[in-house]
Every structure is written in structure tokens, then in C-alpha cells.
């Protein structure tokens, strides 16, 4: 049998679970899903304290599989908060590290990624990297417009899942993606509904704090105005009402889960109340992807939906009551980000692109 040439570590944290895979070359030798609740992670103050602990069961998935670290060629992570930036695959540097532990644009799992791949990378002396970060920014100048002078809305999403997904729509489609217009649903701990014009995310909800449908975790859109008179009551820090936004919200605040699955059950055993809840994300989920479809201007060549919930039977069968008028809506469960990230790692390693520069 021929040896591979590289060995990549691939690590995606995400706010309900941690992802990891090792690739020799293209070929998938190991793979993980460890989920985490609220009692794994719901202690820790910030999402930067949860370092040690997603880090440790990282090596510890390593070691209980006998996979021998010293033979990887480097580590490759979704990547986090940095700055806007254009897709692609960046090298682990200093400048990223410092905005990574500040949450430059805010507190996410991934910004754990980066950090992480650079420790494991750094005890044995190989490059570490992320590819297409959460805010992998494409948005049209009229996209940026909030209507409110002095904020600008912001490009934070799945960019990694989004594109690899919108290339296999596209491809279903007989179309290039940058030939394509396709509206990416991801259903993950956060929902993002993109519109895919030409191969470029011309725009997108803002995944993390304050736009698009409620999800397993996050508030979504929320009335502004309300918004700031709980803010004002004085009863929240800062910290508690981001919070509250980012992981209080949706099937969590309503339900006192962000599991999905869980849900599912509930819903199976005749709970009207989590019915209720879980159809309400269906329907603003709906809403985004008719919005996009106006982005789009009704030239709508496929709505391909992905992420965990797409493994939910009656979620997607909701959906498509809603939107297939729309277009086509193509299904592609979970998401494909690890051997997306091994493939981003792998161009830079084989030479077939250089790695990028994050600057400041
Ligand atoms: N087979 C499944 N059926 C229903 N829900 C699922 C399934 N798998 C995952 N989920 C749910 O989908 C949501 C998002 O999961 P996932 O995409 O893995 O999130 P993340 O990567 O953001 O941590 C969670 O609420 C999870 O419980
Ligand atoms: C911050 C945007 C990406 C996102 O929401 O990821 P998760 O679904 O893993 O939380």
C-alpha cells in the first residue's frame, strides 16, 4: 500500500459539539463526534475558559484511538471572530492568535479552533492552520447597510460548510458554482441562510448575535427596542446579555435544551409546547430563505439545506411545505467541514496554493 505524504489533524469546535478527524492525504482514518450539554459546558463563564477542557478531549479522542500524533504534518482548524477577511486558507500567526483570544468580532467556539491547532502544531514543530473562517466576508455594499448610521451589518457564518455545500448543489444543478445561484441553509447550533450569488455570499444573516431565525442556542432577530429596555433594567452584565443572545436563546431559552434531538423525541411523544417551539424555527428559518430569494432576485437555481438539523425528518418535511415553491431544496445532513478543512490544509502542504497572511 502507498504511504500517505500528510497526516492532518482536523478540528471543528462548534458551540454544541467538538468535531475532530484525521485524514492520511485525502483518506479519512479517524472520526469523532463528542456532543456537549449543558453540564459540559454550561460552567464556564467564557467561551475562552472552555479551552483546556475542549482541547484535553481532543487528545484524549487521539490517544483512546491509538493514533500516533507524531506523525501528523499539521493541523488545520475552523477558524474564528477575526477580522472580515476573504476565503481561503490562513497560517496559524501571531497577530491571529492575539485577536483570537480577544474574540475580535465577538465569542464563538471556533475561535478556539485556531488556538488549539497552534498548540498541538507547536509541540511538534509543524504549521498549523484555518480555513475559510466564520467571517469570511463577500457581502455586496448594499448588504452592509443596517439603516442605522454608525452600524454596519457583518458577515459571520458557516463559510467553510456553505461553499463546499453550494459546490455540490451547484454541481447537482449541472451548473459551476460561480455560474450558480443557490441559497445555503446551515442548521447547526447556529442557523445561516446565504445567498450564493455566482459563487460569491452576497449576503447572509449574521450568525451569532442578533440576526436570522432563533436556533438550538441563539435569540435570532430580536425587537431592538425591547431589547434595549432589558438591557437598561440594569439586572445584566454585558457579558450575561451576549449571553443571553448567543446561548440562552432558541430551543435552549424556550425548551432548556439546544439538543435537537431531544426535541425530536419530545415532539414525538405528544409535547405540543416543544412542537410549537420547533416549528417557530422552521417558520423564521422560511422567512430568511424567502428573503434571500429576493437577494436573489427569484433566480433561485437550488435552497441547499445542511447542518445537524438537517438529519431531522419533520424539519426538513416543514421546510419544503414553505419553501420549495422557491426552488428545488436539496438535502445534505451534517456538514462536511472536516475534510474541508483537510483539503485547504492539503493545497497548502502540496504546494497547489500559498497559505495566506492574516494581518492586521
Ligand atoms: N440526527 C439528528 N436529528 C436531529 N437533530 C440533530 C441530529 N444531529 C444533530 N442534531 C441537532 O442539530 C443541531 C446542530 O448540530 P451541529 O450541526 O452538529 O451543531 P454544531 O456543529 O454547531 O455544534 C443540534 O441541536 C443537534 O442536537
Ligand atoms: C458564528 C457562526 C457559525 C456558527 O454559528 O457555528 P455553530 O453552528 O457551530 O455555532
Known amino acids: 500500500m502507498q504511504t500517505a505524504e500528510n497526516r492532518i489533524l482536523a478540528i471543528n469546535p462548534g458551540s454544541t459539539s467538538t468535531k475532530i478527524g484525521v485524514f492520511d492525504d485525502e483518506h479519512n482514518i479517524f472520526e469523532r463526534v463528542i456532543r456537549h450539554d449543558l453540564e459540559d459546558i454550561g460552567g464556564f463563564e467564557k467561551v475562552m475558559d472552555q479551552y483546556q477542557f475542549r482541547k484535553q478531549i481532543i487528545l484524549d479522542a487521539l490517544d483512546f484511538e491509538g493514533i500516533n500524533v507524531s506523525k501528523l504534518t499539521a493541523v488545520c482548524a475552523r477558524g474564528g471572530l477575526l477580522r472580515p477577511l476573504e476565503g481561503g486558507t490562513y497560517r496559524v500567526n501571531e497577530a491571529m492568535l492575539a485577536d483570537l483570544k480577544a474574540g475580535y468580532n465577538g465569542e464563538h467556539a471556533s475561535n478556539l479552533g485556531g488556538l488549539i491547532a497552534y498548540e498541538i502544531a507547536s509541540s511538534l514543530h509543524i504549521p498549523a492552520f484555518i480555513t475559510d473562517p466564520v467571517v469570511v466576508d463577500e457581502l455586496d455594499p448594499l448588504a452592509r447597510l443596517s439603516g442605522l448610521p454608525g452600524v454596519e451589518r457583518k458577515s459571520i457564518f458557516h463559510a467553510l460548510n456553505h461553499k463546499a455545500i453550494a459546490r455540490k448543489a451547484a454541481a447537482a444543478k449541472d451548473k459551476i458554482y460561480e455560474e450558480a445561484n443557490i441559497i445555503v441553509v446551515h442548521l447547526g447550533g447556529g442557523i445561516t441562510v446565504g445567498a450564493h450569488h455566482h459563487g460569491r455570499v452576497i449576503d447572509v444573516n449574521n450568525g451569532l448575535s442578533g440576526e436570522g431565525p432563533y436556533t ?92 445537524g438539523l438537517a438529519n431531522d425528518e419533520l424539519f426538513i418535511s416543514m421546510l419544503k411545505d414553505r419553501v420549495s415553491w422557491i426552488a428545488d431544496v436539496l438535502v445534505y445532513p451534517g456538514e462536511n467541514e472536516l475534510r474541508a478543512l483537510t483539503e485547504g490544509a492539503l493545497r497548502v502542504m502540496r504546494k497547489e496554493e500559498a497559505a495566506k497572511v492574516y494581518v492586521v
Open 216 to 307: 438550538p442556542e441563539r435569540a435570532g432577530t430580536v425587537p431592538a427596542g425591547d431589547l434595549i429596555e432589558l438591557a437598561l433594567t440594569g439586572e445584566y452584565t454585558k457579558n450575561q446579555l451576549l449571553k443571553m443572545l448567543t446561548t440562552k436563546g432558541g430551543f435552549m431559552g424556550y425548551l432548556g435544551t439546544n439538543d435537537g434531538r431531544l426535541i425530536a423525541d419530545r415532539i414525538k411523544k405528544g409535547d405540543q409546547e416543544a412542537r410549537v417551539i420547533f416549528e417557530g424555527m422552521v417558520y423564521q428559518t422560511a422567512k430568511e430563505v424567502g428573503a434571500m430569494s429576493v437577494v436573489l432576485s427569484g433566480e433561485v437555481d437550488a435552497i441547499a439545506v445542511t447542518g
